[in-house]
């Protein structure tokens, strides 16, 4: 069965900084690209970053670019998402996901982790 | 990358048809066949419907299905059941090799 756990998420201050980790099992991870994809409060999918298997490929949302950063590790079958600069507007859950194509179609999904942006 | 556009809100019967749509431009929804649908219950993680416009993964039941022309794709739900009540969200690649979604879609069963 695939298994994505995300972890990482928690309080942090505007301006802060947070890795995410997205720990995947089930199916091999080096073939495939993975995605992040945020959801603020009450609203809205917004996706924010993806990579391609190997890690040599990434693209990212303009709202990101420059703030965060995504990579992998296959040895260790882990996504990251290291989040800098952090605004209050990038309060939301954070989804990883396995990416089936290119960019998309995102299947599965994990269960989410929080980041709260707040002082 | 603006948002696709989906209407805020559906509504049926259990046993009716209901369809979502999502309008896009030629450089996303109507420039390529990579438009996905999602569907989210609430607190829970959004799950894959349809890909590629209208394949249906293994596991997703027949009753939905996806269609796409010009720069609209659509996501229609056949035989509405309770359990077909949720948000649903279109996604389609784009020309600047970015992923964009829809604002999402309520579902409501009467």
């Known amino acids: 069965e695939v298994q994505l756990v995300e972890s990482g998420g928690g309080l942090v201050q505007p301006g802060g900084s947070l890795r995410l980790s997205c720990a995947a099992s089930?199916?091999?991870?080096?073939?495939?690209?993975m995605a992040w994809v945020r959801q603020a409060p009450g609203k809205g999918l917004q996706w924010v970053s993806s990579?391609?298997?190997?890690?040599?490929?990434?693209y990212y949302a303009d709202s990101v670019k420059g703030r965060f950063t995504i990579s992998r590790d296959n040895s260790r079958n882990t996504l990251y998402l290291q989040v800098d600069s952090l605004r209050a507007e990038d309060t939301a859950v954070y989804y990883c996901?396995?990416?089936?194509?290119?960019?998309?179609?995102?299947?599965?999904w994990g269960q989410g982790t929080l980041v709260t942006v707040s002082s | 990358q603006s948002a696709l556009t989906q209407p805020a809100s559906v509504s049926g019967s259990p046993g009716q048809s209901i369809t979502i749509s999502c309008t896009g431009t030629?450089?996303?929804?109507?420039?390529?066949?990579?438009v996905s649908w999602y569907q989210q219950h609430p607190g829970k993680a959004p799950k894959l419907m349809i890909s590629?416009?209208?394949n249906r993964p293994s596991g997703v039941s027949n009753r939905f299905s996806g269609s796409k022309s010009d720069n609209t794709a659509s996501l229609t739900i056949s035989g509405l059941q309770a359990e077909d009540e949720a948000d649903y969200y279109c996604?389609?690649?784009?020309?600047?090799?970015?992923?964009?979604f829809g604002g999402g879609t309520k579902l409501t069963v009467l």
């Open positions: 996901a396995k990416v089936l194509g290119l960019l998309d179609p995102f299947d599965p």
């Open positions: 089930g199916f091999t991870f080096s073939s495939y690209g």
């Open positions: 990579i391609s298997d190997s890690g040599t490929s990434t």
């Open positions: 030629s450089s996303d929804v109507g420039g390529y066949n990579y």
């Open positions: 590629n416009v209208s």
């Open positions: 996604g389609s690649y784009t020309s600047s090799n970015t992923l964009v």
